[in-house]
Each structure stands twice: as C-alpha cells, then as structure tokens.
C-alpha cells in the first residue's frame, strides 16, 4: 500500500516512519488523513512482524523545526457532538495501543517541536531521542483549548516520568526543552540531529539499562496510595487557585488521572477517551478554540507581501513604556537606540529594560553573558546622530501633540526616507501627529500595553495617508516580536481604551451611587476579569486614566463624560499605585495588601448593596455598547478584531471567548433589553444603544455573522 | 613605497576609570564595541563593508583569546568581518592604527576599525608554577594512591598567587619595575621630586578643567555600567580639581621607598577604557560620503633600553620628524603620554638639552614644546593610562582638540613599556 501523509520505508528490517511527507506547509499535523496511514502502516507492520520481516520501528521526521505539531486543530473543531469526538479519541488510541503492541523495539527519533497528538504517539515507543536543537520540544497544550490528551496521553506520560512531572506538562500545557526532557527521563538521549537516525540503530540494538536505585526508590515513593491522594490534594488546590475556579478542562483532567491512575490501559483509556468528548463539544472548549483560530488569523493581513523588514530599531522617550519597547528590540536582537533629553532618564530606561532580563536570568531563561549582550545592545543618546541606520522609531514621549509634532518634524530631518516612524501614543490623534511630517505616509500609532513586556497586544493606528506597506511592515515586525498585533484605524481611544473607558467610568459612578470598592471589584473578578476597576485604576494612575477619559468626551461626546468623582480624586492627588496614593495600599514589593482608608473615606456615607449579576451588567453592557459603536465607525474590519483587543489588551476572560463573542452567546436580543433597561433606569446618555446594535437585533443578526 | 592617503574619519573613546571604580565590572569587548557601533550608525555605513578589526590590547583576558574579532561580532559588524589583536604593550592602540595605515594606505584595504582597549581591573590571579605542575600531575594520575601521592606533596606556598598585572609591570628583560624606569630617568637627569609634583598637579587641574567645561563632550561616549547595567557613565574617573602641590608633596616614593622621587600620585593609575578610530581610504570616504576629521600624515616607533622606557617619545618622535620632514613649530599641539611625570619631563628635557639628547643618540634639538600646546586637556596621570588602548586613544583626544582649535597639525607620542617609544603625526580636516 503507499501513504501519502507518512514516508513508510522498511530497510534491512527497520521500519521507518517519516512524517511531514508531501508536506508543503512548515508544521506538520496529525490530521484524519495522516491518522489513516498511521493506522494502514501499523496494520501492515504487525504482519510483518509476526513474519519476522521487520525487527524495529523508528520515527522520524522530514521537515525541519517541526516533528508533529499535534493534532489538526480544524479536525477538533469539526467535531460536533460528544458522542463524535469520544469516538474520535478513541480511534487515536487504538492505532497508538497497536503500534504500542508491536513486539519490535520502537524508537522516536524527534527534531522540532513534538506537541500534543504527536507527543502522545512518540509516548508509545520505546524510547525517544531528541535532537539538541533548541527548537526541539515536548508540549500537551491541550489544556489550553479546554480539552484534556485524548490519545492516550494522560495515561502514558505518568509512567514515563512520575505523577507531579506529568500533571505540571499536562496542566499547564507548558514546552519542555530537550535537555530538560532527559533529566525528567522522557528522553533517553540528545543527539546533533544529523546523528539521530544512526543513533536509533544503536538504540534499537543495545538493552534497556535497568532503573538506578535512586529512580526506582523515588517511584516506590510516588506510586503508593497515601502519597498520590496527597498529590492530586495539593494539584486540585493549586489549580483552583490559579484558576479561581474558572476553567473546567484542567479539573476534569485531574479527577480522569486520579481515578484510573491504578487501572490498566484498556480499562484507562476510554474514560480518557469520554473526558475529551465532554470537553470538546464544551462551550469553554469552544470559546477557547475560537481564540485560537482568532490569534492565528492576526498573523495574516492583506498586502503582506509589500511588508518590509524593520531590523533596526530607535526609541524616542526613555520612561516606562520607552524602556519597555526598548527592552522588546533588545531581546528581538534590533539593538535599538534610546533617545531622551538626559542622562538620567535614559538610565531610568535601561533600569526598566534591565529588571526584565534580570527576571528572565534569575529564571534561567537566558545566560548571563546574553543579558550582557543585550542590555548592552541599547545605545543610548542625547540626540539624533545616529539615526541614519534605523528603520523603525517607536515615539514614547510625554502626550503632548505640540511636543509629538515637533519631535517628529526634527526626527525626519535626521532618518533614511524609507525609516518607518510611530507613536505610542494612547490617546492623541495619529493623523494629526502626521501633520507636522513631511512624509506622513510612513507614519503610523504603535500602541504598546503597560508592561510591554506581559501584555501581549499592539493596535498598528493607521490613518487616512499611512501607506500599505508601512501597515504590512509593521505588521510583519510585530508578528516577528512575538506580539499581537490589531490594525486599528485612528479615533479617539483607538479600540482597546475606548472599549475600557465606559468600563472604568460607570465604575467610578458605581462608587459614587455608595458600591463598596470591595464589592465592585469582586463583582468583576468574579466575572472573570484579571483585576477589578479599582485595582486597574490604581495601576493605571488615575490622572492617566482621566486624561483618556478627557480626550474621548471631547472627540465622542457625552456618553464619555468622565465621572466627577474621578477628577475630584486627582484634584486631591490621588494618582493610583504611582504615589501610593490609591484604591488599596501596596507593600515593597507592589503587592496589594488592604484597603487605602485614606482614599476610601472619601466614599459617599450612605453604601448600597447590589447583587453581583447587577454590578456586572452595569459594567460589561457599556463595553459591548461602546463596541458596536466601534464597529459602526469602522475602527476595526471585524468582531474577532475586537475580541483580540479585549482578550489580549484587556484580559478579557479567554473563557467566554471575546466581549462580542460572549455578547452573541447571551443573546442580541437579551443585551439590548438589559441596555435599554439601564438607560431608563440609570442613564439615558451613557447606556443609549448603540445603532449598529440595534440594526444586528432588528435583522436578527448576530456580531459574528 | 609612497602610500594613498589614509583618513580618520570618525574617533571616540570611552571614558576612562581608575581601575577597580565605576568600570571595573565591564568585561574589555564591552568597554569598546559600543564605539564601532556607534561610529557605523553615525557614518551609516553598511556593517558588512568593514575590512579588518584590528584592537590593541595588552593583557588580552583569558576568556577572549583574540579580543579584536570578540570586538566585532559585539559590534554587531558583519560575521564575514575579520578581526585581529596588536600588542605592542603601552602603543598597542597605535601600533593598531599603523597597521590599518599600512593596509589602506598600500591599496589593499578601504575601511577599518583600529584602536585600543584595557580592562586592568581585571586582570586575573593567576597560580604560580609549583601549583600549575601539581595540577598537571593530578590529571596524569590515574589511581587513587598515585592522585593521593601527588596531592601529598603540596605545599601552602603554592596557593601564592601571581598577580597579572604586576607581573606586567616589571620588565622581562631588564627586570626592573616601570616606575623604577622613571626613578632611573629622574636620578640620571636631575628631576626634582618637586618638578614632578608639579607637573602632575597641573595634569589634574587641566584634565579636571576640561572634564568641568565639557571639552571631552564629543570624544567620550557614553557608556552602560553597574551591576544591572543600568548606569551610564560619561566622564573620566580619576582626574582631581583639588590636587594640589602640597597634597602630593605628603606622598610616600613608591619605588624606590627610602630615596625615590617617584610616588602613586605622579604617575599614571592603572585604568580601565577603550578608544577607536575608522579609518578609510579615498575611495571609501567618496563610496560612504564620509566627512574624515583627520589625516595620518606619518608615524614611528623607535626602541631604546628597557630600563629608561620612558624617554621612548623622544626616539619615536625625532624619527617621525625626520619621515615626515617637520618640526616642532609646524605641530598646533602635542598629546604625549604622561605615564610618570619624571618620564614626561625627561622627554621635553631631551628635546632641548644636547647632554640628554646626546645621551640617547638623537642628533638633532627639536626645542621646546609651547606649555599651552601640550595636553592642553591634561594627561595620563590624571586621566590614567588604559594600556592597551591609550596609544589609539591619545589620537582620538589629540584630533578633537586640532578640531576644537581649527588648528591642523597634531602630534601623539608615547613610552612603551620593555623600552619603546611610539609617535604618530595627524592633520585635522575639519574646517
């Protein structure tokens, strides 16, 4: 028989297997067509087993950089019903138990990334042997898109390498590098990858060494029944934790491992096999698949064939953001320079850029010697001598249009014509910051979140004369730092802090109508959000946030109108976590520890007592509201766009799959009701529904249609 | 041979830090490849059009075998850019500068990087032999006895640890140490203790004048120090504005303890800094439109007995007198090194006492240096002497200063330590 999907090669009675064959893209995945020789091949190799024709089995890859990629993602989002995917599942299973079955040594040798799916195939040989690439690595990210292994991972990679080291790869779905794989005994040895081939031969003939003392002993420590109910105690805690409870798939994989952990793998596997299904067709599954699919469609933008590349970089303003972005070219090797006016802010840069390697060092991360070489890689300046080489400049300097345009005017005078200049601004108008310029064409809004180096979302601010290949550029260049980037076009807010601000300010009316701080936030964790309004507000700074808030009542009109209570905080120097003089207090290290009484005597005496569910409408329908409206002002082409702003700007809870995802699911219908309810009951102004939401309700459409 | 024309087209340098202060964390290759860098940025040459990479460097640090291509790859320069390291001790820097001369100048080359550098705070412990063989014994032992064998026979005198930069002090062949070399001078020639001390009190109060009013503004770069590296440091550590002529009066001789005239604080410190040049051809300043602040006109290195190393200027410069065909009057100023202030004093003597003159062979009295012409800015003993790099740096300083005075003629001359002395003469280009 011939496959298409996998290489079969039987030579001097080895089989190999070589997957990535015919493959044009540069992953491989384990899509229902490769699944199928898979099957075919082992079928046919137990024959020849049993006829002595074949003497041991090796995998292998044809594609460089990537071993199995896991499994065709396209093909879980096919599935529709529990009964479907379970089946699925346990189809996988039965091919991976056959090969598994084999009575010839089977050997994994893997190069590139070997995720998910294709780790749990390469669980079922033998031995693995990892190449010493660094882009070799070992993943179930499953857990990430609420599912659990279904391939029989979850019962093998417990064997392989102990209880506690299974549970963190499954449940945190985290890469482990190879090095790392063989200290944790996954992998039995590292070769160059040129060697691997010839390495298996030798493996496929030399004994499995027995297990050391210390190994078995360690084993007999975690395989007794006391010690593992303690272990999956201590997990559930951990995760619930972390999770706060939110996320179901992590949970239904500890209750799958710790009931079958003592079973055999054919009374094991189908309950792992029924868990996949029920996950699946889950609605979190579902909203965390929809992110997926959402993350990959940023990295494609119309034109990308006109994008440049931007190798070397320049930072205008050496303050948090400066140093931040400074930092991102630093480790993305576009040795920037970092401009300011003094010694002393560029040092106070370089300290923002420094505490991150050192962070990353302290981790283990990266060497000392790269630290040296990277932090050292940030020129800083005075002026703009040294600008000729650079091809992008990211302005971060005080929001301030008279000072932006003048800057801008002098920086042309001093960069190549093709440079590609931006701002990251939060607030002001791009298109009148390329006013000033001489060639606004190359100009656009860069939009970095605080701290740059967490947050991974950037708005590309484009307007009406930013040319095409400057957007495709940027794109590209963004993509390349590892961010994720939204084309945004330019309006007051842009689309992230315009989505915020009703969010930030009918909380401050919220505490004005008498909410307590503490219930107003618990309100929105609960929801889901990574920190209350409170909280945000005080790591935002309050001046800022009222500064935002100004500029988008002046260019939207009344529904922004900042809440008095706000700018009576400032007026009383109230500026957040910044002076330390904040919604809650904050020990050294910049952890929250109670509430600022001070702040909180400035509460109205009379408190009110709202149900949570009440709170949350109060604070999520204008953020849906204020997006229809964004839509209908063509900031962003789509809904998805609007959803990887608020996820990835914001911290939207990824399990409700988006603002307008998590709208559609609750229903149009139901959400103008609750609009139209608020505007009658607390504000006309504020909660006036949005037309473009009116007009989806009225044709019974839905934001993602 | 008549060789083209070789420009200076761009020279900075580091700011220089008494060894163990603000720069002692900063590995050699970090105290320099910042300045290529940014002399590729301010040019805006391609980084793949570099010739050669070529470093003076004294106590090359045992990590980087061959500082020079360590210093381009830091640079960010192309991976296909050659790199080499030059060690001609105290005028390493300019013994690399000669040679980029001789490579552009013959044709060959169009554009290199030449210059200097000297980490000497860290300059390593190093064991002494007694400990290295019993090392070597241990890794030849192969049983357990034959190991216990050898390690029996230490003793605590091999943990005595030879101290690199002592050893690179003292003389190989004369066995003397450098500051006995300016004892010598000062005993044979008659300098005073006092004339000493005043010459290096005047060092510090032009070096710290300079530093006040910013005159090293365009020669020194900034550069990134301090544990988290987030520290920048723009300006020389060393030079003192409250020096004075009594203070260094109460100093102790160093060398010679009981009848020495030559103390700490009328010599040179053991610094830490680097210097660079790019030096092009005529054909790359027109390809790159660069704007050359310099040209070299000419250079010589000259040797003489180890043990009077420091008269080595006077040597270095009357040969390249004699190449070039000028004389004193035609130079606008002077950077001649001040490793010890008896050694300087002994050179300027040189050049207008026969005795002296005679003494070391020179034919002819070249005269006396105007006072305002010579290290207008101060010198080694108040801005140190980074070994490796000041015979490139002394350039740099020595053409920012032609350009600060629209002057055009310039000389840079220095003592070597093993008894050498190096000088180059440059014309300035900016108008």
């Not at chain 1, 957007?471 to 939204?486: D, E, M, Q």
């Not at chain 2, 002399?39 to 003076?56: E, S």
């Not at chain 2, 020079?68 to 690399?96: D, F, Q, S, W, Y």
């Not at chain 2, 009981?258 to 610094?271: E, F, L, Q, S």
Request: charge should be positive.
């Amino acid at each position: 028989m011939t496959y298409n999907k996998i290489l079969f090669e039987v030579k001097g009675e080895i089989a190999y297997l070589g997957f990535g064959h015919n493959n044009e893209k540069s992953m491989t995945v384990l899509d229902s067509e490769s699944l199928k020789d898979l099957d075919g091949i082992v079928s046919e190799l137990k024959k020849s087993v049993k006829a002595k024709k074949v003497a041991g089995v090796i995998l292998h890859t044809l594609k460089n950089g990537c071993f199995l990629a896991g499994a065709d993602i396209n093909m879980i989002a096919s599935l529709k019903t529990e009964d479907e995917a379970a089946t699925g599942a346990a189809g996988g299973q039965r091919i991976f138990s056959d090969l598994e079955d084999l009575q010839v040594p089977k050997i994994a040798c893997v190069d590139g990334v070997c995720l998910g799916g294709g780790f749990e195939l390469v669980l079922a040989c033998d031995k693995i042997l990892a190449s010493d690439s660094n882009k070799t690595m070992f993943a179930l990210p499953e857990v990430k898109l609420g599912l659990i292994p279904g391939f029989g991972g979850t019962y093998r990679l417990p064997q392989k390498i102990g209880i506690p080291n299974a549970m963190d790869m499954i449940l945190t779905g985290k890469n482990v590098r190879a090095k790392k794989a063989k200290r944790m005994g996954l992998v039995s040895e590292i070769y160059a990858k040129e060697m691997l081939l010839e390495m298996a031969l030798r493996h496929l003939k030399s004994k499995e060494k027995k297990k050391s003392l210390g190994k078995s002993l360690s084993h007999f420590a975690m395989d007794n029944f006391v010690t593992r109910k303690i272990i999956f105690q201590k997990v559930r805690e951990a995760v619930l934790k972390k999770t706060k409870g939110f996320y179901q798939a992590p949970l239904t994989i500890i209750d799958v491992m710790e009931s079958g952990i003592s079973k055999s793998r054919k009374n094991y596997l189908p309950r792992e096999a029924a868990a996949f299904g029920e996950l699946c067709i889950s609605d979190q599954s579902q909203n965390l698949q929809h992110i997926f699919f959402l993350m990959e469609g940023t990295k494609k933008i119309k034109g990308s064939a006109k994008a440049g590349n931007l190798d070397r970089g320049a930072v205008l303003g050496a303050g948090t953001m400066g140093g931040g972005i400074a930092w991102l070219m630093a480790d993305n090797g576009m040795s920037p320079i970092l401009k300011d006016i003094n010694l002393e802010a560029l040092e106070l840069g370089l300290k923002q850029s420094g505490i991150v390697f050192k962070k990353a060092v302290k981790k283990r991360q990266m060497s000392n010697d790269d630290f040296e070489r990277k932090q050292r890689s940030i020129s800083p300046c005075l002026n703009y001598d040294d600008f000729k080489n650079t091809d992008l400049v990211i302005e971060a300097i005080v929001e301030n249009m008279e000072l932006k345009k003048k800057v801008f005017a002098e920086l042309e005078k001093y960069v190549r014509d093709d440079t590609v200049i931006t701002s990251n601004t939060s607030s002001l108008s791009v298109a009148e910051m390329s006013s000033a310029m001489e060639k606004p064409e190359r100009f656009a809004g860069l939009h970095f979140f605080n701290p740059v180096n967490m947050m991974p979302l950037v708005e590309i601010i484009t307007h009406e004369k930013t040319s095409q290949e400057v957007v495709a550029s940027l794109h590209k260049w963004a993509v390349r730092v590892k961010k994720t980037p939204i084309i945004v076009k330019d309006g007051p807010g842009f689309l992230v802090n315009r989505v915020l601000m009703p969010f930030l300010n009918e909380s401050a009316y919220l505490l004005e109508e008498g909410l307590s701080i503490k219930d107003l936030d618990r309100a929105v964790l609960n929801f889901g959000m990574p920190m209350g309004p409170c909280r945000l507000l005080d790591e935002v700074g309050f001046d800022i946030g009222l500064h935002a808030s100004n500029v988008l009542h002046e260019g939207l009109g009344e529904r922004m109108k900042p809440c008095s209570f706000l700018s009576r905080l400032v007026d009383q120097e109230f500026l957040g976590k910044k002076n330390g003089r904040g919604f809650y207090l904050y020990d050294e290290k910049g952890k929250q520890s109670g509430i600022n009484e001070e702040l909180a005597s400035k509460l109205p005496s009379k408190t009110i007592k709202m149900d949570e569910v009440d709170i949350q409408k109060r604070l999520i329908l204008p953020m849906i509201n204020e997006a229809a409206n964004i839509l209908h002002d063509g900031i962003v082409e789509s809904a998805a766009l609007v959803d990887v702003g608020v996820i990835f700007g914001l911290g939207f809870p990824p399990f409700r799959g988006g603002l307008l995802r998590y709208a559609d699911y609750e229903g149009l219908d139901r959400i103008l009701e609750c609009i139209e309810n608020l505007a009658s009951g607390v504000s006309a102004v504020r909660y006036e529904p949005s037309p473009y939401l009116k007009n989806l309700v009225e044709k019974k459409k839905k934001f993602y249609d | 041979m008549t060789l083209k024309p070789v420009y200076l087209v761009e020279g900075r340098r580091s700011p220089q830090a008494k060894a163990g202060m603000d720069l002692k964390d900063v590995q050699a290759p970090f105290l320099i490849n910042y300045l290529i860098r940014h002399i590729v940025d301010k040019t805006a040459i391609p980084n793949d059009v570099i010739d050669d990479v070529i470093i003076g460097c004294v106590g090359n640090p045992v990590k980087y075998p061959n500082i020079g291509r360590v210093i381009a790859l830091e640079a960010g320069l192309h991976k296909k850019t050659p790199g080499a390291t030059i060690n001609r001790n105290c005028a390493a820097g300019m013994a690399a500068m000669a040679e980029a001369h001789i490579r552009i100048g013959s044709g060959r080359d169009n554009l290199i990087f030449a210059g200097g550098v000297e980490s000497m705070s860290n300059m390593p412990l190093m064991f002494n032999k007694k400990m290295t063989n019993l090392f070597a014994n241990l890794f030849k032992a192969k049983t357990p006895v034959q190991k216990l064998s050898v390690l029996a026979k230490f003793r605590p005198d091999f943990l005595v640890p030879i101290i690199a930069i002592q050893k690179a002090l003292i003389d190989p062949f004369a066995n003397v140490n450098m500051g006995m070399t300016a004892e010598i001078l000062a005993r044979e020639f008659g300098i005073t203790r006092k004339e000493q001390d005043e010459y290096a009190n005047y060092s510090h109060h032009k070096a710290a004048i300079a530093t006040k009013e910013g005159r090293f503004k365009d020669e020194i770069l900034p550069i990134i120090y301090g544990k988290n590296l987030d520290r920048i440091l723009d300006k020389d550590i060393g030079p003192r504005g409250d020096s004075s002529v009594e203070g260094l009066a109460k100093m102790r001789p160093f060398f010679d303890k009981k009848a020495g005239t030559v103390t700490i604080g009328n010599a040179c410190p053991v610094t830490d800094g680097g210097s660079c040049w790019l030096m092009a051809s005529e054909e790359a300043v027109k390809k790159y439109n660069l704007e050359p602040m310099a040209r070299v006109v000419d250079w010589h290195f000259h040797g003489l007995e180890p043990e009077r190393m420091g008269m080595g200027p006077l040597l270095a410069m009357d040969g390249v007198f004699k190449r070039s065909g000028m004389k004193v009057d035609d130079m606008d100023v002077f950077e001649i090194n001040e490793a010890f202030a008896a050694q300087l004093l002994g050179v300027l003597r040189g050049m207008t006492d026969k005795k002296v003159a005679d003494f070391f062979g020179v034919d002819t009295l070249w005269g006396e240096i105007p006072k305002e012409n010579l290290n207008p800015n101060g010198g080694g003993i108040a801005l140190g002497h980074p070994v490796g790099s000041t015979g490139s740096r002394i350039v740099v300083t020595l053409a920012h200063e032609l350009k600060k005075r629209k002057a055009k003629y310039g000389m840079a001359s220095l003592c070597v330590g093993g008894g050498q002395g190096g000088a180059m003469i440059i014309e300035n280009l900016c108008k």
